[in-house]
Structure formats: structure tokens, C-alpha cells
């Protein structure tokens, strides 16, 4: 029986929804990278994946907005949101400057940025 990639993390509520989830998970695979999606939920106190971000989101940080299809949103536990960018390493075309470069969490083909963005009260 086939298992997709969230099925082989701890947290597959999380990932269900995510594209890299939906992937089968071929066991030729680098389990590096399931090691760092499990990392990276501990680390954040993630709770969840957000479909839609907030509204806010996309006007204070339009280049998430222009970034490619490989972009993820999460929530913490303390109600940060986490914004995910997965670029291939030969793509320079985002800047990314304000964004902390990340473990990988899509493949070894793609560099993981990630930018915390503090909950507005």
C-alpha cells in the first residue's frame, strides 16, 4: 500500500493539507527531510496549517502573494503565523532578504525560507 509523505511524519494532521503531504512517499526519499518537517512543527509550537491566510498577511507582505505555488502558512500555538517558501536553487527572482533561511522541508532541489510574522492585536 502506498503512503504519502504526511503519513510518515508525526504530526500527518498537519500535513495532510499540504501539497508536499499529497506527494507519495517513495522510499528513495531523504528521511532528512521528514526529520525536519517533525522538527520544524516542535520548534514553532505549530497547531495547524492555515489554508487561507489572513487578509493582512498579503498586504504587509505582498511578496508572499507573488511567491510560487510551494508556499505554506501555519499557526502557532501563541497565534504567530509562520509563512513557508519553498524556491528551487536556481531561481533568484524572490527577495527574500527579510526571510530566514530554513532545514529543508519540500526536497533537496529547493531551498526553505520561512518568515514569523507576530500575531497583530
Same mark, same amino acid.
Given at each position: ?13 498537519? $500535513? %495532510?493539507? =499540504? #501539497?508536499?503531504?499529497?506527494? &507519495?512517499?517513495? *522510499? /528513495? ?8 518537517? !517533525? ?30 505555488? $510551494? %508556499?505554506? =502558512? #501555519?499557526?502557532?500555538?501563541? &497565534?504567530?503565523? *509562520? /509563512? ?8 533568484? !527572482? ?28
Amino acid at each position: 500500500m502506498d503512503k504519502y509523505n504526511y503519513e510518515m511524519t508525526k504530526y500527518p494532521n498537519i $500535513y %495532510k493539507n =499540504c #501539497y508536499w503531504g499529497l506527494i &507519495k512517499y517513495d *522510499i /528513495l526519499n531523504d528521511p532528512q527531510i521528514i526529520n525536519n518537517r !517533525n522538527k520544524f512543527i516542535e520548534e514553532f509550537n505549530i497547531i495547524t496549517k492555515i489554508v487561507y491566510c489572513p487578509k493582512y498577511i498579503y498586504t504587509e507582505f505582498k511578496e508572499f502573494e507573488l511567491l510560487g505555488k $510551494y %508556499k505554506e =502558512c #501555519y499557526l502557532t500555538n501563541n &497565534k504567530d503565523y *509562520i /509563512l513557508v517558501n519553498h524556491t528551487s536553487n536556481y531561481d533568484n !527572482n524572490y527577495n527574500l532578504l527579510e526571510w530566514n533561511k530554513y532545514d529543508n522541508l519540500y526536497n533537496f532541489n529547493t531551498s526553505t525560507y520561512i518568515k514569523v510574522i507576530r500575531m497583530k492585536y
